[in-house]
């Protein structure tokens, strides 16, 4: 596959289980599971990907826009929540044996944190994302959401 069309995958309806943690900042915070539900879309050949997920029992969702950089040979990827109707700062990298990995700067909770996001497991019907978290500056790094994608029927 080329690298334009590393988010195929996503295009179509999917169930996702989520596990958070109920503090993304603390390690020993308890975890929280939920469900969600999702549909991706591909655009420019593949060079941009596009969902919306929703967290029905949380009561918001969410969008991602990806766009590939062929210059760069790397991805942007742009969350938006409904609750605050903005863009969130990008994240960006590149798949390589499968294996997306994406970072960028954000803050929670009015901290400043470095974001790892990691796309795994990625299969027809299945795939895996994980964020994580540094609050100091990529030397540690916290997992704090999980979401394992399964093809909806």
């Given amino acids: 596959m080329q690298p334009m069309n590393d988010f195929d995958f996503l295009a179509g309806h999917w169930t ?22 999702t549909h991706g879309t591909r655009h420019f050949d593949g060079a941009a990907s596009f969902d919306e997920i929703d967290f029905p029992t949380k009561g918001f969702a969410g969008l991602t826009l990806r766009l590939y ?11 938006a929540s409904r609750r605050t109707g903005t863009l969130f700062p990008p994240v960006t990298g590149r798949f390589e044996d499968g294996r997306g990995e994406f970072h960028g700067e954000d803050s929670h909770d009015g901290k400043p944190v470095r974001v790892r ?31 394992d994608f399964s093809r909806a029927a």
Avoid: C, H, K
């Avoid at 996702?16 to 929280?32: C, G, H, I, K, P």
């Avoid at 895996?128 to 500056?137: A, L, N, P, V």
């Avoid at 990529?138 to 959401?145: A, D, F, K, Y």
């Fill in 16 to 37: 996702v289980a989520n596990r958070w943690r109920t503090d993304f900042l603390d390690a020993d915070s308890d975890w929280e599971e939920f469900p969600a539900v």
């Fill in 117 to 147: 996001f990691v796309w795994s497991g990625i299969t027809e019907d299945s795939a895996r994302w994980e964020q994580y978290f540094s609050t100091d500056g990529g030397e540690n790094w916290l997992l704090n959401w999980t979401m």
């Fill in 69 to 79: 950089d062929p210059e760069r040979a790397q991805w942007s990827l742009y969350w």
